[in-house]
Each structure stands twice: as structure tokens, then as C-alpha cells.
């Protein structure tokens, strides 16, 4: 069975701070593939970052950073110099082996004060 | 090029009635999802279209639920005789035909059911 746990219900955070969102999941599939998409008031979920199972290099696009384990089963996020703005739930989620759903954790909710 | 539509944007019926959302894919975008967000949780998947064929179904949709894609291009899913428990915010999906592009998906606004 698939299953991603986001295992923080609600983070605040005050401006410029850096933040991190964990994310652990579970699959036996040999191939597949996260994302973090954000789901900021207006409900619309947003594509944010995608990773490869066999690409296990972590990468930084802006202030968007994210950190794939296959050792742990994590994909955590990272957040830097958070603004106003990046107030959202956001959510990781898994598409694995030869099925094209995707598995959504429950979310996190991150608010940011200025 | 324009994202992922849906309509309505909102839907309010009474119980028993029944209710159609449409979803615009992404142009070229072959491939077509739903899925249903109740509050507090994350998406299900419902079901899934590669072009016009249906080729996926969760056990979430019931015998009530039924999703077209006639021409391959937008997609309709209708619900019978609506419940208070199918209130929920429903959310359309498009993902490319390009090999090592396919699985990321592009959602919609979504349309958002009570069911009173």
C-alpha cells in the first residue's frame, strides 16, 4: 500500500524565518515520484516541486530547497526567508509504479506573520 | 496557455438532486484526473482519463458517480441523487503527454459542492 504522512498539523513562523515541512512516505513500488504542491485561501492547489525516485539529488530553486532520503523514505521541504505570502497549506504527495493517482499526505498549514 | 478550468466554481444543491461539474484540461494535455477534498483532508483520487478511455476508478465513486470524457478533451462528472456526505470540494487535474512529464498534474480551481 501507498500512504505519505505529514506528520506537522500546523506551523507559524514570523517573517524571514526559514521553515521546514516533513514529509515520509511508503510505498514497495522501485519507481515513483513526489511532490509538494501548495493550497494557499483560494483553494487552488499549486505544483511546486516534483522529485524521481532514482534522482535522490537535492536541489534549491530559490527559496524553495528539498531534501529526498531514500535511506529514511522523507521528502522534506524547506522554506527560506518565508513572507507573508507562502501562508498555505501545503501538501506532499505520491504517484508510484504503474498507477497515475496521486497520494496526498493531510497537509500541512503554514502561516507566516509579519 | 491557460490552466486547468472548471465550472461551477461553486454548487449548492439539495439532497437527492442531481449535480454535473465540467473540467477544461490543459490544452495537449492528454491526460484528465478528479479527484475530492473534503476540509481538513488531502485529495482522493476518483478517477482517471487518457484521452477518452476511463482507465482507472476508486472505490470512492460510487454507483452515483459517473465521469465522461467523450472527446477526449473536457470532462464532465455527474452525481446522482446527491448525499449531505458527498459535500466536498471536487478538483480536476491535467498531466502532458511527454515521457518524464506525464506524472506531474496541473489542477483546476476546483468546484466546491454543499449539499444541503
Known amino acids: 500500500a501507498q500512504k505519505v504522512t505529514q506528520a506537522q498539523t500546523e506551523i507559524s513562523v514570523v517573517e524571514k524565518e526559514d521553515v521546514t515541512l516533513d514529509c515520509v512516505y511508503e510505498?514497495?513500488?522501485?519507481?515513483?515520484?513526489l511532490f509538494w504542491y501548495k493550497q494557499p485561501p483560494s483553494g487552488e492547489l499549486v505544483f511546486l516541486i516534483r522529485r524521481n525516485s532514482f534522482d535522490e539529488q537535492n536541489e534549491i530553486s530559490g527559496r524553495y530547497s528539498w531534501n529526498f532520503q531514500k535511506s529514511t523514505s522523507s521528502f522534506n521541504f524547506t522554506i527560506t526567508a518565508s513572507q507573508v505570502v507562502d501562508s498555505a497549506v501545503y501538501f506532499c504527495a505520491l504517484c508510484g509504479g504503474a498507477t497515475n493517482k496521486l497520494i496526498f499526505g493531510t497537509g500541512t498549514l503554514l502561516a507566516v506573520q509579519p | 496557455d491557460t490552466g486547468v478550468s472548471q465550472n461551477p466554481r461553486h454548487k449548492i444543491t439539495k439532497r437527492g438532486q442531481n449535480v454535473t461539474f465540467r473540467c477544461d484540461p490543459i490544452s495537449e494535455h492528454n491526460r484528465l484526473y478528479w479527484y475530492r477534498q473534503t476540509l481538513g483532508q488531502g485529495p482522493e483520487f476518483l478517477t482517471y482519463?487518457?484521452?477518452?478511455?476511463?482507465?482507472?476508478k476508486s472505490r470512492l465513486l460510487s454507483d452515483r458517480f459517473s465521469a465522461e470524457r467523450p472527446k477526449g478533451s473536457f470532462s464532465t462528472l455527474e452525481i446522482q441523487r446527491t448525499e449531505q456526505g458527498d459535500s466536498a470540494m471536487y478538483l480536476c487535474?491535467?498531466?502532458?503527454?511527454?515521457?518524464?512529464?506525464?506524472?506531474?498534474?496541473?489542477f483546476g480551481p476546483g468546484t466546491r459542492l454543499l449539499v444541503l
Open positions: 487535474a491535467s498531466s502532458p503527454p511527454l515521457a518524464g512529464e506525464q506524472e506531474t498534474q496541473y
Open positions: 510505498t514497495r513500488d522501485t519507481t515513483y515520484y
Open positions: 482519463f487518457q484521452n477518452e478511455a476511463q482507465l482507472e
